[in-house]
């Protein structure tokens, strides 16, 4: 069984950083591609950032250039890095394998981040 425990979020001002980690146990995350993920209030989950199994990184539009997502396959630990934070920012934050994303499991607790403007 797969699990994540996402940590890092906090409370930042509108133009700072936050370094967000994920902790994956079980064995799927080396051969899986990774996605970030958010939810912010009254809005559906979305996927922001995503890493496949061989580093390849992709991102939605409204984080690029100012998110980075990376892997460390030898500590199963996923991170997602992020700059210039923006009010619209704020929002729960997971991560997941996308295969188990798709079949709607692998959901953990998240981590809030809160953007002040």
């Known amino acids: 069984q797969v699990q994540f425990v996402e940590s890092g979020g906090g409370l930042v001002q509108a133009g700072g950083s936050l370094r967000l980690s994920c902790a994956a146990s079980?064995?799927?995350?080396?051969?899986?591609?990774m996605g970030w993920y958010r939810q912010a209030p009254g809005k559906q989950r979305e996927l922001v950032a995503w890493i496949s199994s061989g580093g390849t990184t992709t991102y939605v539009d409204s984080v690029k250039g100012r998110f980075t997502i990376s892997r460390d396959n030898a500590k199963n630990t996923l991170f997602l890095q992020m700059n210039s934070l923006k009010p619209e920012d704020t929002a729960v934050y997971y991560c997941?394998?996308?295969?188990?994303?798709?079949?709607?499991?692998?959901w953990g607790q998240g981590t809030q981040v809160t953007v002040s403007s």
């Open positions: 997941n394998s996308l295969t188990v994303a798709l079949m709607g499991r692998g």
């Open positions: 079980g064995r799927i995350f080396t051969a899986s591609g």
